[in-house]
């Protein structure tokens, strides 16, 4: 079995492949046949594998890196452990907003400037984001999965036919089978850059010194997030967008709330700006970029590629199988079946929603599907799923159904109900008063069809109105929702009063002068 590498080589990075990738694992004998084979044991794989087995299923789940996937390894959890360390540096030169001093001299002289020089220990910062990434990989391990009465198989799974996968020179025979091989960062194709070297999610959790100059291309979620918190390191940074805004899937208010405080923090945020080539010089990484209205080059010490993701369908041999896959990945039904009725899909690799959550859904919906339907009897469907998502900027935007631009797609007539933070008490009090929350309803009812929140706990935030759409609750059940004062959940609330306002209003008021009048 080949070793796996993780740099920088400490024991936190042993630990992890010691859980996720044992050097020493052997893969068990083969079950003459499998209710269920998984490939790939990111999230939508391992609650495929972990919920077949609780259910008594016979499973078997083939990973050829690392158990955990994205998630664990290369996507939330280390970048949310980065983020964390970045807010408290940011914390820290804000501090004095707050009249506390963090310098010497600032405390003595009773100084209102906030601290230039906060000091950052990227190193340290990295060590922790290490240990504790390593901390949660039991809970991936391949031993555990095998506790649990998964058969583990470590190495490249491979279709060999309908009902039949390699791995390992052994072949696992299957009923039914979830494709979740997930995605990569796709290579942009900028000349130049694959010479000049560059980093993506698989090799951005290894550094262990700060890039003094950073350049990110693409300003999606992971490239705002990562920008953000490579700033609040100390990294020169510039954010690179081919598009006319950030968030492209955001609300656009919500992306300029985002950029605005990307550049008031020092970031230089460059759209509608095209990558040509990439030169090496003495003075670093050259990337010569195209604006609307010149050419610019961009020295840097490090160039992040954050711009669109990949799908894992390389040497799975889906023709093999009988599966249709195409540039998004694995074509899938509404049923996330694909055109081998035996074989479903699940997370990255089937396309839509790229989000953890949604990989642990679909696999559920999997598991429904594949083994515990008759016919159409008890079939779940993708388009039914209620699907959060949030950017863990400062401030967050979250986001669940649809925008305005996609209800225009969908034809779907909407009215808005909009809430400023700054009317907010507690996000006052917070000094976090920068955002919104707004909510759509299809036009003249309380149907409640998409919402967004920008502000510091938006992700934790939209669960409520996650919760509203699954239950098929009304906007005005979160007026009638007692909300503790003070939060900035009120805001949530508010957006209920205003519905009622402009709804039931009207009525009150005819209402009330009907009675004031009858009444002598
Ligand atoms: C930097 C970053 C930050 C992110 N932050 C968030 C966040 O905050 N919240 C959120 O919800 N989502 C976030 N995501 C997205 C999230 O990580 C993914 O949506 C999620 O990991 C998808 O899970 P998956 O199981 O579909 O695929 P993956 O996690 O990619 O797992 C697929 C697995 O399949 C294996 N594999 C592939 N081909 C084969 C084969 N032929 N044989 C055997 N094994 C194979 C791979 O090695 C991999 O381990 C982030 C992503 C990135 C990159």
Redesign the pocket.
């Known amino acids: 079995m080949s070793e796996i590498e993780l740099l920088p080589r400490d024991e936190h990075n042993a630990q992890l492949i010691a859980h996720t990738h044992p050097p020493d694992w052997r893969n068990p004998t083969p079950l003459p046949l499998y209710d269920l084979v998984v ?9 495929s594998a972990a919920g077949t087995a609780g259910l008594g299923g016979k499973v078997a789940l ?19 452990a980065l983020i964390r360390a970045a807010r408290s540096a940011y914390e820290v030169r804000r501090a004095s907003d707050f009249g506390v001093m963090v310098n010497g001299d600032g405390w003595a002289s009773g100084g209102r400037e906030p601290p230039e020089n906060i000091g950052v220990d990227f190193p340290h910062v990295m060590a922790r984001m290490r240990r504790l990434r390593a901390g949660i990989s039991h809970h991936d391990s391949a031993e555990r999965f095998t506790r649990l009465g998964v058969s583990v198989f470590l ?4 279709f060999t036919g309908p009902q039949t996968i390699e ?1 390992g020179g052994q072949t696992l025979r299957f009923k039914r089978a979830i494709i ?6 796709a290579r942009p194709d900028i000349p130049g850059l694959a010479d000049a070297g560059f980093l ?3 090799t ?2 290894s550094l262990t010194e700060l890039p003094r100059r950073l350049v990110v291309i693409g300003g999606g ?2 490239g705002c ?2 920008a953000q918190a490579f700033r609040r390191f100390g990294s020169d940074v510039t954010l690179v967008q081919r598009g006319s805004r950030l968030l492209p899937k955001d609300e656009p208010d919500a992306a300029e709330i985002v950029e605005r405080q990307l550049i008031r923090e020092g970031i230089t945020v460059l759209r509608n700006a095209r990558p040509i080539r990439v030169e090496m010089s003495a003075a670093g990484k050259l990337l010569v970029i195209a604006t609307a209205r010149q050419e610019q080059t961009l020295a840097a010490d490090a160039i992040l590629a ?1 711009a669109g ?1 990949t799908p ?5 041999d889906l023709e093999a199988a009988g599966v249709a896959h195409g540039k998004r990945g694995v074509e899938v039904n509404d049923f996330l079946q694909t055109a081998n009725p035996r074989i479903y899909a ?5 396309g839509s ?7 642990d859904a ?2 559920r919906v999997c598991i429904q599907n594949a083994l515990f339907s008759f016919g159409p009897l008890g079939k779940k469907r993708l388009s039914k799923l209620v699907v959060p ?4 900027t400062d401030p967050e935007v979250a986001h669940v159904g649809l925008t305005v631009e996609t209800a225009k797609q969908q034809g779907v007539e909407i009215d808005t109900y909009r809430e400023e933070l700054r009317r907010v008490d507690r996000a006052i009090l917070d000094g976090e008063d920068e955002g919104f929350a707004l909510i759509h309803t299809r036009r003249g009812t309380p149907d409640v069809v998409g919402c967004t929140i920008v502000g510091s706990h938006a992700g934790d935030m939209i669960g409520e109105i996650s919760l509203l759409m699954t239950a098929g609750l009304k906007l005005s059940n979160l007026a009638s929702t007692i909300h503790c004062y003070p939060t900035q959940v009120e805001v949530l609330k508010r957006l209920g009063d205003q519905y009622n306002k402009t709804r039931l209003a009207p009525r009150a008021a005819w209402l009330l002068k009907s009675i004031i009048g009858w009444r002598r």
């Not at 190495?155 to 491979?158: E, L």
């Not at 894992?312 to 799975?316: P, S, T």
């Open positions: 490939i790939g044991g990111g999230t939508a794989g391992l609650v083939i990973e050829r890196h690392l158990l955990g996937g994205d998630c664990l390894n290369y996507g939330c959890v280390p970048s949310k190495g490249q799974a491979r791995v979740a091989s997930g995605a990569r960062a993506t999610n698989e951005v959790f979620p992971i997030e990562l954050a993701r894992n369908v390389g040497g799975l699940a997370g990255d690799i089937a929603y790229q989000f953890t959550h949604a990989a679909m696999a998502w949030t950017t863990f």
